[in-house]
């Protein structure tokens, strides 16, 4: 199995950019899609971004797509959340996730969590 493990988040002004990493601790992400997920306070986990392992393609929700872009490293160790003109709403715990069968866009598909990450947007 693969344990996610993120870094990267902080604290940043409104209209800054930040850049989460996750790496695969234990194992690659060679034949995991993964994907990022963020949870605010009081409110529900919420996808953001996916990627496939084998086509590389990815997924975006509405809310951040043009703003927010997944990557991942050609090695399959790494994935990565690059940010863009944040705003004090993204203000959350960010997830990185691995699944093992489906492409990660709702929790449910999810086998394996990291710990999360905090980003906090300042206005």
């Known amino acids: 199995q693969v344990q996610p493990v993120e870094s990267g988040g902080g604290l940043v002004q409104t209209g800054g950019s930040l850049r989460l990493s996750c790496a695969a601790s234990?194992?690659?992400?060679?034949?995991?899609?993964t994907g990022w997920f963020r949870q605010a306070p009081g409110k529900e986990r919420e996808f953001l971004a996916a990627i496939t392992w084998s086509s590389g393609n990815t997924y975006y929700a509405d809310s951040v797509k043009g703003r927010f872009t997944i990557s991942r490293d050609n090695a399959n160790t790494a994935l990565y959340l690059q940010m863009n003109s944040l705003k004090p709403e993204d203000t959350a715990v960010y997830y990185c996730?691995?699944?093992?069968?489906?492409?990660?866009?709702?929790?449910?598909?999810?086998?394996?969590w990291g710990k999360g990450t905090l980003v906090t947007v300042s206005s």
């Open positions: 234990g194992r690659t992400f060679s034949r995991y899609n």
């Open positions: 996730a691995a699944a093992s069968s489906r492409v990660p866009t709702m929790s449910r598909y999810v086998d394996y």
